[in-house]
């Protein structure tokens, strides 16, 4: 097993308490006293490890994104069909939360990055891309196994699914109450059922 | 006719230059100097009309989301059905955008203000309200004049409907192309017409 250096353990441990302030306050929100205060490093003990704020920002993006990530997927190998595989999938994302506050890095990065910092723009883009290719590789595989019709289009399906879900949470965080996420989650279940699921009948 | 005092005409282009930096760059992003070189002015003629950035930044959402729901609502009371206006109200946010740039102001802004500035949540939260329940209004004539199914929640159908959107434009942006925005749209006509629509046969 690889052995990890003080200085390794150090850059990790800033990037999970930067990521905490960044996705509640976002890049520009984000002062250096917040990241000094958040991390109990003073300014130079924190640029020892990274060549700008932005350069940290983007790290502490990808890191609150793969929590964010393994949360949504969350025991979906433990479900063999793959309509339920969304199911279980769009579940997760109404009914978990992981340990970074602040609501969806993708989303809140996303709104933030569009017209601004080139970098954090990238890393998000990337994201929403490799989440997007998840969910369309279990469209395609079900639609191999019969479990999905033939003629769906695997990355319309993907896109909708994760739209829905972030307009809902961006709703969902505005009145402080889960309304928008359970409507959003009950519409693409019956959206799945009538459009996506193969039936028998078709056969 | 209400006469403007000149006061009154260099606040109003205050506030309208200033909604064009803060729906870019939002409130954080946005410094003294970005409002400075957008309206021409020192920061001292600048605060002689508001009392404090915040509520410049307010003033600049109501404006920015004045133009954002006239443009969504267009031409919408020349379309005499329902379910029509609708379908309209969706196609006037897919292909119709304000003279504000930086996306939309209610989904900039939400997503900024969830966990912080109060002031900003909470006109933010009224415009979507508001918006909600334009839409509810839609929803509850056509169900009254039997275009709409009775047994219809008007408040899911316009939760679903912003949701969607909101959601897809975020796509939309980051990918720079509208295909997240057509989906939706020809996702949630489908919707429309599957769910919402009252059929003769089901008299």
Known sequence: MKQ??????????????????????????????????????????????????????????????????????????????????????????????????????????AVEADD??????ERVRNAWRAWRDTLVEIVAAGAKRKEIRPDVDAKEVATLIVSSLEGALMIARLERNKDALLAAQSHLCRYLEAEVRAHSHSH
């Not at 990241?35 to 490093?41: F, K, R, W, Y």
Request: glycine share 8%; proline share 4%; net charge positive.
């Open 116 to 121: 601004g910092n080139p970098l954090l723009r």
């Open 4 to 109: 990890m250096t003080k200085g390794q353990k150090t850059r990790d441990r800033i990037i999970a308490e930067a990521a905490n302030v960044f996705n509640q306050r976002g890049f520009e929100g984000c002062s250096m006293s917040d990241l000094m205060a958040a991390t109990g490093l003073e300014k130079g003990g924190i640029y020892r490890h990274f060549s700008s704020k932005e350069e940290l920002a983007a790290e502490a993006f990808d890191y609150a994104w793969k929590l964010a990530f393994e949360t949504r997927t969350h025991d979906l190998e433990q479900v063999p069909n793959s309509v339920e595989k969304l199911k279980r999938f769009i579940a997760n994302f109404v009914e978990r939360r992981t340990s970074v506050p602040g609501g969806c890095p993708v989303l809140n990065t």
